[in-house]
């Protein structure tokens, strides 16, 4: 079946550092990919998606390119602030049943 | 403003009792979806529901029910059969053909 694998955290860093979060997938076709966002005791908000190899989707500073030939879609971020600090899920759509994938997620501290 | 409310957002639960997790939504969205999340973890799909009067099991649909009566409801029973219920449960909605789901806050449920 589908899967998601996103790299284990917790991510810390600096304010203003680089952030890179991996994420690759295994799925039948061509799925849609999603990045969501958790802050702590909240639901998930979406960040950004991709419908299509090669589509770039970005938000807030986030960005993230729909790989096929690496079967990946890794967020990443020029300079990240404390505000970033949350949890990160990546996440493909089941064509199928229409229902996400989730990866088991990425905490990301920021320090000031 | 439209969005996806569940109640309550904290809730105890003596183990044997069965109970009910309140999701409405006024995004008039057909699909709706019963997601759990333990520490440490993605999301999984417990039930979903495309339309009114039709819903699918998801990939631990065990020790948990679901109606969907109405378009605006889709609440979730953990019954006693559910071993381990004490969790995070999110509550997601989206339209037909967009595959972008919007999140409830989230009901956690702690069984002693």
């Known amino acids: 079946g589908d899967s998601v694998t996103q790299m284990e955290g917790p991510v810390t860093l600096s304010e203003e550092a680089f952030l890179t979060i991996n994420c690759t997938y295994t799925?039948?076709?061509?799925?849609?990919l999603f990045w969501y966002v958790q802050y702590p005791g909240e639901g998930l908000q979406l960040l950004l998606k991709a419908t299509k190899a090669d589509d770039k989707g970005s938000n807030k500073g986030f960005e993230a390119t729909y790989r096929k030939e690496t079967t990946s879609f890794h967020l990443e971020k020029g300079s990240v602030q404390v505000s970033d600090s949350a949890v990160y899920f990546c996440?493909?759509?089941?064509?199928?049943?229409?229902?996400?994938?989730f990866g088991s997620g990425t905490r990301l501290q920021v320090q000031p | 403003d439209g969005g996806i409310t569940q109640s309550p957002k904290y809730l105890f639960r003596k183990e044997g009792q069965n109970v009910t997790l309140s999701c409405e939504q006024n995004?008039?969205?057909?699909?709706m979806y019963w997601y759990r999340q333990d520490p440490g973890q993605g999301l999984r799909l417990i039930y979903y529901?495309?339309?009114?009067?039709?819903?699918q099991k998801g990939d631990i649909a065990e020790g948990y029910s679901v109606s969907r009566e109405k378009k605006e409801s889709f609440p979730l029973t953990v019954t006693s059969a559910q071993k381990n219920p004490t969790a995070f449960y999110l509550c997601?909605?989206?339209?037909?053909?967009?595959?972008?789901?919007?999140f409830g806050p989230g009901t956690r449920l702690t069984v002693t």
């Open positions: 529901s495309q339309i009114v009067n039709d819903f």
């Open positions: 799925a039948t076709g061509y799925p849609s």
């Open positions: 997601a909605s989206s339209i037909p053909g967009n595959y972008e789901q919007y």
């Open positions: 996440a493909l759509m089941d064509t199928g049943r229409r229902a996400l994938t």
């Open positions: 995004l008039n969205h057909d699909a």
